[in-house]
């Protein structure tokens, strides 16, 4: 079954604990991108990427990091979170930028 | 770069009447539109999309329509039913980015 797949669905953290989301997608897509939404703001893309080795900054980057070492694998890297880093993550993946997006998930983060 | 505006934020319609959804985008380059819907608690979904070669777009009861002039473009559902009930995204496709609007959520009132 073709599907992103992101882990863990939910987690609480603390303040300045590193802490990694995992996303894999199995459809050997190019394009893999991270988004968080929160209520009002709609989906804010975080990072992208259009290949391995190849990664962007989105619209809201600050404090956080990304690899593209192997195509299906795009971890999603908060190396300090802080409070205002709580909210609901996507990871997506798609063909080309003219393609449809098939999101996974998403992973509840609460930083206390 | 894209910016996308979405409106209404919270739609309420009576079960069988037509819903519609606008958005407006601010690229004129910008070459495709897509529609997302997100049930609770599941990542988005695309429903429809559009290119800016056509001006409409139908799939049973959903249709989108697209003024490339205004730049604006528009979700329509018809006969809604239940299930319809959800969030739903716009989203312009930019340079590099997928922009997404601020989302819609809307209830089907039995």
């Known amino acids: 079954e073709a599907q992103v797949t992101q882990n863990p669905r939910y987690l609480i953290t603390v303040t300045g604990k590193k802490l990694t989301v995992t996303c894999s997608q199995n459809m050997n897509h190019e394009y893999m991108s991270w988004y968080r939404q929160d209520p009002g703001l709609g989906l804010r893309q975080i990072y992208y990427?259009?290949?391995?080795?190849?990664?962007d900054k989105g619209d809201v980057p600050e404090g956080y990091k990304v690899s593209r070492k192997e195509k299906r694998n795009f971890p999603l890297i908060l190396e300090s979170p802080s409070p205002n880093q709580t909210s609901l993550y996507f990871c997506?993946?798609?063909?080309?930028?003219?393609?449809?997006?098939?999101f996974g998930q998403g992973t509840r983060l609460t930083v206390v | 770069g894209e910016n996308v505006e979405q409106h209404p934020s919270t739609l309420s319609v009576q079960e069988g009447d037509s819903a519609v959804i606008k958005c407006t985008y601010s690229d004129s380059a910008s070459n495709y539109f897509p529609w997302y819907k997100q049930e609770l608690g599941k990542g988005p979904q695309l429903i429809i999309d559009?290119?800016?070669?056509?001006g409409e777009k139908k799939d049973q009861r959903i249709a989108v329509t697209l003024n490339k002039t205004a730049k604006h473009f528009s979700l329509h559902i018809t006969e809604t039913q239940p299930e319809d009930s959800a969030v739903y995204f716009c989203a312009g496709q930019g340079a590099q980015k997928l922009v997404f609007g601020q989302g819609t959520r809307l209830t089907i009132n039995p």
């Open positions: 990427s259009m290949n391995v080795e190849v990664t």
């Open positions: 997506a993946s798609r063909t080309g930028m003219v393609a449809e997006a098939f």
């Open positions: 559009i290119r800016s070669n056509v």
